[in-house]
């Protein structure tokens, strides 16, 4: 039985097996079948792959230990996902594509890289597991992730290992920006050291399925992945949907600090679920962030980290970053603390360290800039196209075969918003204030469409901290245990795919049970129906709910839909309070 299945992933490839029939009541989302000890997968490129044990099991899909079939060490994984889901169609896609190992191996050479913490794929196909579709992807295996460290040390890592990191993570940021994509999700949780010997001296970026082209053209919100990421690192860009180069840096930002043993202020503050408030938090943390440094850093920012989050806080939404002038800093911190940038990366603290110190790195500036070849981005213009979406092609789709190269490379395993709108000095980062994201006008240009959030309530983002939202039309999210009380409008333009669950409060007294209400609606249903046992009843909130498609008086689309008809991009629904 699948343990969670949603009807039907709009878009998605899932064939009837992995269709309605599965449907398991109450869920909404779909995880995958568990693969048992000793199966074999056969790739597109007829190898096999004998699953090992399960060593992760993120948002969407698990992870296996497997070994090719011959081989005796685990040294790859599989990570497995019903054939529906979006995270992992993207991520086998943008390996497929743009990660390929001698595309890596060029870059170290151009860079001068010993190393690059980028993952490669080793294989990819399909199975059906207990007569359901899955996808899978075959990879390296890597060691421990940095959470792991991260949480055992008190929440927080050495601060010279902050400081590795934070340069090789700008490493792969600047391969992955190379190849036209941004990651999007980087989090101690997805960063594994690796398993050759000295592998703990490189960490590597995993979980590549939120990668998108980012934006080259205008800044255009989009609400259909606002708030995508992990809540407490999700980028200001990212909050309004927006993919962009600088967005992967303020995420990193976020992470070095709270590697730093520091709370980040909407975390401290308990925002993360309502993102509209986080975001607020972050954009008014960003618009004057030295000084909203220093109070976060009572004993004092390291020039590195005040230097850098000044930096991202002033590039523009479709600037290049300046990856050498970023690294250097880091160097330079580095430098002053005497810790050499090699060798085996250092998790444990020392005994006397302070919450964010080991020993002070210097609060001047640094100057001098280390001068390496500048790379010229393979640039894809993303104002139409920021998704790889689904369909057959992956089929085709072959991986390389592995060279002796890759086998040498897999050794046996060890382990697993106000005033930021204004200050936005570029005219080409014009930052929209989150409180101006509700306004009609601040939506793509789309002055009929509007999005009325009461500030409790997120159409799509639950802001589950630690895990990774994805608003993507293709993945199904988990449903929200939080339930909120609310009187709304809605009106549901004929394109509008709609769910909308009401909870009915129990009465006092009465030892009636709170009603469920679903009430899903799609452009083929031109009648939205609410849940007759509900309708019924005269005295419950849910008959304060008006569902209505945007018709004028002819039955057609009124204009406003119509206009919209032709822009995905724009919201499908609006929630209004609903005025007595
Ligand atoms: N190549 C790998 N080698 C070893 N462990 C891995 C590998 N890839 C992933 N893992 C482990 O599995 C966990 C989940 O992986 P991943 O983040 O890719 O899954 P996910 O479903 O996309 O998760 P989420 O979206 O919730 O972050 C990681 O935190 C890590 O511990």
Same mark, same amino acid.
Request: hydrophobic share 20%; proline share 9%; glycine share 14%.
């Given at each position: 039985m699948p343990r969670a299945v949603k009807p039907k992933a709009p878009g998605a490839l899932a064939d009837k097996k992995s269709g309605p029939a599965k449907k398991a009541k109450g869920k909404l989302y779909a995880m995958p079948e568990k693969l048992k000890e000793g199966t074999v997968l056969t790739d597109l490129a007829k190898g096999q792959w004998r699953i090992g044990p399960s060593i992760g099991i993120g948002g969407f899909g698990e992870i296996y230990a497997a070994s090719r079939v011959g081989d005796k060490s685990q040294d790859a994984v599989v990570k497995c996902e019903p054939h529906g889901n979006g995270p992992l169609f993207v991520e086998m896609h943008f390996y497929l594509r743009n990660a390929k190992m001698d595309d890596i191996k060029q870059f170290k050479q151009q860079h001068g890289l010993k190393e690059l913490g980028m993952p490669y794929i080793l294989a990819n196909g399909s199975a059906d597991v207990n007569g359901q579709k899955h996808r899978f992807i075959v990879m390296p295996r890597y060691g421990s992730d940095v959470s792991k460290f991260y949480i055992e040390n008190g929440k927080r890592l050495p601060e010279g290992t902050v400081y590795r990191l934070a340069i090789q993570m700008l490493d792969v940021y600047q391969f992955m920006h190379s190849t036209g994509y941004v990651h999007a999700d980087l989090k101690a949780a997805n960063i594994l050291l690796g #398993?050759?010997?000295?592998?703990? !001296?490189q960490a590597y970026l995993v979980?590549?399925? #939120?990668a998108s082209h980012y934006v080259t053209g205008d800044f255009k919100p989009d609400p259909k992945k606002m708030h995508n990421g992990t809540i407490e690192y999700t980028s200001r860009d990212a909050h309004m949907g927006v993919p962009t180069r600088r967005a992967d840096l303020e995420i990193l930002g976020y992470n070095l600090i709270e590697w730093l043993g520091i709370e980040l202020p909407w975390v401290r503050d308990k925002l993360l679920g309502v993102p509209l408030k986080v975001q607020k938090a972050k954009e008014s943390f960003m618009n004057d962030v030295g000084t909203s440094l220093k109070q976060l850093f009572p004993q004092g920012v390291s020039a590195a980290i005040g230097d850098y989050m000044k930096y991202v806080s002033k590039l523009a939404h479709n600037e290049a970053p300046d990856y050498d002038k970023c690294r250097q800093w880091f160097l330079n911190a580095l430098k002053q603390m005497k810790i050499p940038n090699s060798g085996e990366l250092e998790f444990k603290l020392k005994p006397h360290s302070s919450n964010n110190n080991e020993s002070s790195p210097p609060k001047t500036k640094p100057n001098a800039v280390r001068k390496v070849k500048k790379d010229s981005p393979r640039v894809m213009d993303s104002s139409t196209d920021d998704i790889i979406y689904a369909s057959d092609e992956e089929e085709k789709v072959l991986p390389k075969k592995r060279s002796p190269a890759d086998k040498r490379k897999l050794k046996p395993p060890t382990v697993s918003p106000k005033k930021r709108a204004l200050q936005a000095k570029s005219q080409n980062s014009p930052r929209v204030p989150a409180t101006d #994201? !509700? !306004?009609?006008? !601040? *939506?793509?240009?789309?002055? &009929?469409?509007? *999005? &009325?959030?009461?500030?409790?309530?997120s159409l799509r983002s639950s802001?589950?901290?630690g895990k990774t939202v994805i608003n993507d039309d293709l993945t199904p999210n988990p449903r929200s245990k939080k339930t909120y009380e609310f009187n709304f409008e809605l009106d549901v333009s004929m394109d509008a795919n709609v769910i909308v669950n009401v909870k009915r409060k129990k009465k006092a007294g009465t030892g009636e049970q709170p009603n469920d209400v679903n009430s899903p609606s799609s452009s083929s249903s031109k009648a939205v129906k609410i849940n007759s046992a509900s309708a019924k009843?005269?005295?419950?909130?849910?008959?304060?709910i008006n569902l209505r498609k945007l018709i004028n008086e002819s039955g057609a689309a009124s204009p406003s839909t119509a206009a919209r008809s032709h822009s995905p991009r724009t919201p499908a629904v609006t929630v209004r309070k609903y005025r007595r």
């Open positions: #398993l050759d010997k000295g592998g703990a !001296s979980d590549f399925g #939120l #994201l !509700s !306004s009609s006008k !601040s *939506l793509s240009g789309t002055p &009929n469409s509007k *999005l &009325n959030c009461s500030p409790g309530l802001g589950r901290p009843d005269k005295d419950s909130p849910v008959k304060r």
